[in-house]
């Protein structure tokens, strides 16, 4: 059984933004209805970089509904970084990481502390 449900469309839009932004990281705090993710917000006060996006959670809006959060590794690795996991607590449950290049398998969903999540993509 799934973890998590999340719309193919979004998944699509995270691939897209993570092309665009390429060479540099993107963040979007992903919101969720019902069981399913659908939603995303670009996070504020994120400040990217070619080698890795400078997170300033403090500068995010602690509100109910942020289910994660979804960001791109520009260098194709699809883990967490040590940046990541200490990031991610603060942010909610699910966080997706899109890997360079982007396409719709480049993506892997994991729980708060780094280890996988399953997640069970629909249309
Ligand atoms: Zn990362």
């Known amino acids: 059984m799934a973890d998590i449900k999340i719309k193919k469309e979004l998944l699509q839009i995270l691939a897209e ?13 992903l919101r969720k209805n019902g069981d399913i993710i ?19 959670p403090h500068m995010m809006p602690i509100e109910t509904g942020i289910a994660g959060s979804a ?6 690795m699809m883990r967490p970084s040590d940046a990541d996991l200490r990031f991610f ?11 360079a290049p982007y396409t719709e398998d480049d993506w892997r ?3 708060a502390d780094g280890s996988p999540c399953q997640a069970e993509v629909i249309d």
């Open 17 to 29: 933004l993570g092309k665009s932004n390429h060479p540099c990281e993107f963040l979007a705090l």
């Open 38 to 56: 659908d939603e995303f917000e670009l996070a504020p006060g994120t400040i990217t970089g070619s080698t890795s996006a400078s997170f300033q």
């Open 71 to 76: 960001h791109s590794h520009p260098n194709g």
């Open 89 to 99: 607590p603060a942010t909610g449950k699910y966080h997706i990481i899109i890997g």
């Open 109 to 111: 969903c994991f729980f």
